[in-house]
């Protein structure tokens, strides 16, 4: 297609260049060649790729031995290639449903309890995204074509979300968190198969005043919680 | 339907706006809340037929 | 799925609110070791930013 090819291509720029090619070439083939890419792909526009986002049951890169590309990859590649405009990428990031929650006013108690739990880890940014791997799709696609403030800025919200993700590695499934996986994208140079570009410290920014210093949603609790560690550490020793 | 309502007529996939993305995944929660009672449904019934 | 043809061992559940309190436990955990790797790396950025100054006051003398 017209966005696959390397002279053709004539769509919005994301990083000085085609934002399809963030992802590597070796891995881009096996995903254009890909079943999942051919029958579950074609033709998705930024509205019906929810559907298929609904379903991942898994984030992660390529598996298997012959490196096959995750539906979570190809959904970001599918992105790379629409490059939805702004708005979208933050209703795939955070929307939630607030009718559902008024009619579940007099719910059950396990409603209740997550909102406490919600509470505990400052409210609003910890749950909202209501299916997780849409959420961690946006925030891949957001770490790969965004600029580093705003990265900090949308993604690190996301570090109160303790909800749990599989992860599909080359041999079989891991165990992760809407947390960690952010964090893994603030901090970490390769990931899902594909190589981040170099984000600029969170320090650096700061110094340059782009950057507030970043306050844990665990706020006063934080020292209570780091002696109580100091003393297991001492006990075990 | 979904197909036709993506790529249109004219076989270009037709843009969609942040609107219809909310929409979109407002219909997906629906549908999975309810197939979450369904489940719940039939696992209920499945429990009353072996008890009888 | 059908686009998925390796058979894996998935024993890995990701369903949430099985047990909160133990889920919140395991998230400040994770919270509280990030907040701690901030503080070192700001701590060795400070001592960076000394041990430059310090050389950069040593004069040519010192330095020899």
Redesign the interface.
Known sequence: TALLDERGYSGPLVRGGNPAHLIEKAVRDRITSSLYWLEQCYGLNAATLCDRAAELTAVGGTYGGVGKPTPFLCLAFKMLQLVPERDVILAYLNWRDDEYEKEEEDGEEVKKEEKETGDVVNGSNGRDGEFKYLRALAAFYIRLTWEPVEIYKTLEPLLADMRKLKRRTREGYALTYVDQFVDDLLTKDRICATSLWKLPSRTMLEDLDLLEPRESPLGEELEELEREQEEKMDESE | KQHQLAVGESGKVRIATVEEVRERLKWLKRKRDEEKKDEVINLEERLEVARE | A???D?K??????????ID?EA??T???L???K??KR?RD??IA?EKEREEIERRRNLTAEERE
């Open positions: 059908f686009w998925d390796e894996v061992d998935d024993e890995v559940d990701d369903t949430d609110d909160p889920e919140l395991a998230w400040k994770r919270e509280l990030r907040v901030e790396g700001l950025a």
